[in-house]
């Protein structure tokens, strides 16, 4: 017998790595991280959309980064302290911009909830679901939707 017949997935439960954006708590899977890094200079790109805050060399990897403050209609605070996350699509990397990163944190699939019909569409596209937890809700952000961008 193998070590793989030995081994359980617990299937209902998914990692998220959470983040703030705001007041709000967010999450993606962790599967989709590569990385977390600090804020590194950004190449502006003219007539970009306003949510492209621009293009960063990643150890000569070129990344875009996507400001998720302007993409949910919140104030850009991008000038003052947040951070990046890591995730690629295909050949692409990008870099979302978040005000904070928060720890891993494991979550049932049995607790989601899919996204509320009251939510605004401009903002509900990005978002898969809600997870009740404890502390409140955690809001699961829509990569694919996030990445596929429209210039």
Known sequence: MSLKENVAIDTSIE???G???GDGFYGISVVDVQEVIKPQRVTIIPKAPSYIRGLINLRGQIVTQI???TMFGLEDKSKE???NIVVSRGDSLFALVVD???DVIDV???D???TPNTIDKKISIYIKGVFKLEEGLQVLIDLDKVLNIDV
Request: aromatic letters at 10%; proline letters at 0%; one cysteine or more.
């Open 15 to 17: 990692q998220l790595c």
């Open 81 to 83: 302290e947040h951070m």
């Open 112 to 114: 989601f909830e899919n």
């Open 100 to 102: 904070e990163i928060l």
């Open 108 to 110: 049932n699939k049995s």
């Open 19 to 21: 983040f703030k954006i």
């Open 67 to 69: 400001n998720l403050r």
